[in-house]
């Protein structure tokens, strides 16, 4: 299975600043991607990052909010802006498995904002 | 559009007692389905999956579930649960070639001594 690792683990941020969160994974693959998981939810996809191109967003989320760089095969980052207490939740990195294989999560970060 | 449910959203089982975990989807061109679990201040970790084939398929932690086509179902099973067996699962969905995991709201498994 693959190894994927994020930092920080978790984090308690003020209303109006921004975090970072970072994702690296142990092989090189072309598609990586970003989940939410609010609390007490399941995971909803936020956006998929390619290498080399743009990230791909999801319905209801936009890339001023959650600007998503790629810039190798390994390594991916997130950054919540402008954080509101609405954006407390557990943010998962993925690699992409083909159509066939199974997607590897990193432990995810929890974001608490106050 | 590819989805998948779960409709409980807690199961209670007695430890020792067989254990099913429910999952449907939606009909769309041919499924991939998947199980995943996440304990506790963790992230998901990957159980089993129906690609094609038997649709009886085995997993992790004597875990397994049986692809059902008539009836658009993947529920999950083990024979004998384990206290240490209580997470969250969630059941996803991936159709053709596409690349996007859908998944299900989740079921708590709570597995009682």
């Known amino acids: 299975s693959a190894v994927i690792s994020q930092k920080p683990s978790r984090d308690i941020c003020q209303r109006g600043t921004s975090l970072t969160i970072q994702c690296q994974v142990d092989?090189?693959?072309?598609?990586m991607f970003w989940y939410r998981q609010q609390p007490g939810q399941s995971l909803t996809l936020i956006a998929t990052a390619n290498q080399g191109s743009e990230a791909t967003y999801e319905s209801g989320f936009v890339i001023d909010k959650f600007p998503i760089s790629r810039p190798n095969l390994t390594f991916s980052t997130l950054t919540v802006s402008n954080m509101s207490p609405e954006d407390s939740s557990i943010y998962l990195c993925s690699q992409s498995g083909t159509a066939y294989n199974e997607q590897f999560f990193g432990p995810g970060t929890r974001l608490t904002v106050l | 559009a590819q989805s998948v449910a779960q409709p409980e959203d807690q199961v209670n089982v007695a430890e020792g007692n067989p254990l099913t975990v429910k999952c449907t989807y939606s009909?769309?061109?041919?499924?991939?389905l998947f199980w995943y679990v996440q304990y506790p201040n963790r992230g998901l970790q990957f159980l089993l999956k129906y690609i094609t084939g038997d649709n009886l398929v085995k997993g992790s932690y004597g875990f397994e579930a049986e692809f059902n086509k008539s009836q658009t179902s993947f529920h999950l099973k083990k024979p004998s649960a384990l206290v240490s067996d209580s997470a969250l699962y969630f059941c996803a969905v991936r159709y053709n070639a596409g690349n996007m995991l859908t998944f299900g709201g989740g079921t708590r498994l709570m597995v009682k001594p």
């Open positions: 009909v769309s061109g041919n499924p991939y």
């Open positions: 092989s090189q693959v072309t598609m």
